[in-house]
């Protein structure tokens, strides 16, 4: 398989683990708020919202801090029903239902929002590898090539 001599979407992300986990939990409670604020509950929008931030997070860190977007649809998801469980039950669960039991009630009505958004972020974090490692075999990306802008490459 032979790649462009432009960088691709692939090849893009390079932000540090630390501050797209931290703009992870940033954007997941705030799709959580907004959720809450139009319908009252967390539901479909939090869901859509929450798959497409951790394919997001998985195109926007770089490939050696991988292994921390790798992990964090779930405890992104945990940590946002947590937070939620202590403040406002009934957004996720019944509103007499305790902390644990509110937790996971979130979870499991969410439950398909984590399995996609997990399974297609690692999906994207294995396709970014497996670019960088072709990327390498055939020699990077040419010299004679500058940055025009956001993702793009042009010849000089």
């Known amino acids: 398989m032979s790649l462009p001599g432009t960088r691709t979407l692939w090849e893009e992300?390079?932000?540090p683990g630390r501050e797209v986990a931290s703009l992870g939990v940033a954007l997941a409670l705030t799709a959580a708020a907004l959720?809450?604020?139009l319908t009252g509950r967390v539901g479909v929008l939090f869901d859509l919202a929450f798959v497409a931030l951790c394919i997001g997070l998985a195109l926007a860190v770089r490939l050696p801090d991988s292994f921390t977007v790798?992990?964090?649809p779930p405890l992104l998801m945990l940590s946002t029903f947590l937070l939620l469980a202590m403040s406002r039950a009934e957004a996720i669960a019944q509103a007499h239902d305790g902390l644990l039991q509110a937790v996971v009630s979130g979870l499991s009505h969410h439950s398909i929002a984590l399995v996609l958004a997990y399974?297609?972020?690692l999906g994207v974090l294995a396709v970014r590898q497996?670019?960088?490692t072709l990327r390498e075999e055939s020699g990077g990306v040419p010299d004679d090539v500058s940055r025009t802008g956001p993702g793009r490459r042009l010849p000089v």
């Open 13 to 15: 992300g390079h932000e």
């Open 35 to 37: 959720d809450l604020l």
């Open 70 to 72: 790798g992990v964090l």
């Open 119 to 121: 399974v297609l972020s």
């Open 130 to 132: 497996r670019v960088a």
